[in-house]
């Protein structure tokens, strides 16, 4: 199977400061990949590299084939960052449009609808992005991030901030997307989560790739009533 995200020996320094030190891994259609690791290990910085927000000092980035600069990669690709930043002056709704008309979408209103009310988000609609607080504007973000149908979702830190209502909503979410056959990688400090919904865990530590397994790796390594935190306790020490 060919993967839809391949990394290979990515490099991100900030002058002296290694943030991520040549991490390579794949990512295949229907995965969902926790990224995990201690502050500062350089997850947030892998993603903000993989989707060009920030230039890579080294290495390889692919989205299904194509490299990680060209259009249709980044059609394939969308990324929910740690604090939404979404624009002050357009209401929720012109989000959505937005992002209909830069990624030329037809027929998209219904889903639209239908996400803004399985987040709780309809009576916002017509809401000024400058009106709505932290975790709604995650949700218009995670929304309009879904829209535009990506065959990978990258999520930093998803769950933070969000309520109860919406976290079931979003994993829910993520599991439909397994379903459909995309890929997620979401970097999180919540384990549990990764322990819930990943297939894949990768490790990063000092901007290396120190663990790579599978959950049922993972839970074999943890041993008998072991969990995922165990293990990152025990190979992050
Ligand atoms: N803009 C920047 N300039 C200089 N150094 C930076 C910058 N952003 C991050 N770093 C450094 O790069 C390293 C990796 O940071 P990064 O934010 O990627 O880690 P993280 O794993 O996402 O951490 P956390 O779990 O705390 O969010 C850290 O040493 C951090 O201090």
């Not at 891994?25 to 989707?51: D, H, Q, R």
């Not at 299904?64 to 990669?73: L, M, Q, S, T, W």
């Not at 889903?111 to 009576?123: M, N, Q, T």
């Amino acid at each position: 199977m060919n993967s839809v995200l391949s990394i290979k020996n990515l490099k991100k320094y900030y002058g002296k400061i290694k943030a991520v030190d040549g991490i390579t891994f794949e990512l295949y259609p229907g995965e969902v990949v926790g990224l995990i690791g201690p502050n500062g290990a350089g997850k947030s910085t892998t993603l903000k590299t993989i989707m060009g927000l920030l230039r890579k000092t080294e290495g390889e980035i692919k989205v299904c084939g194509y490299d990680y600069k060209d259009k249709e990669a980044r059609k394939k690709l969308s990324y929910i960052p740690e604090i939404p930043d979404i624009y002050p002056m357009l209401t929720v709704w012109e989000h959505m449009k937005f992002i209909a008309l830069a990624y030329n979408l037809d027929n998209w209103e219904k889903e639209a609808l239908r996400y803004l009310e399985a987040y709780d988000l309809l009576d916002k609609k017509d809401e000024l992005g400058a009106n709505l607080s932290k975790g709604m504007r995650q949700k218009v973000m995670v929304i309009c991030g879904l829209l535009y149908k990506p065959e990978v979702m990258l999520f930093d830190e998803p769950f933070v901030g969000l309520d109860p209502k919406a976290i079931r909503e979003l994993k829910d979410t993520i599991r439909e997307l397994k379903k459909e056959g995309k890929s997620v990688l979401l970097s999180t400090h919540m384990l549990d989560s990764v322990q819930n919904l990943g297939d894949r865990v990768l490790i990063l530590k000092a901007g290396k790739l120190i663990y790579e397994g599978t959950l049922e790796e993972v839970m074999e390594k943890a041993g008998p009533n072991g969990t995922l935190e165990d293990l990152f306790l025990e190979v992050t020490k």
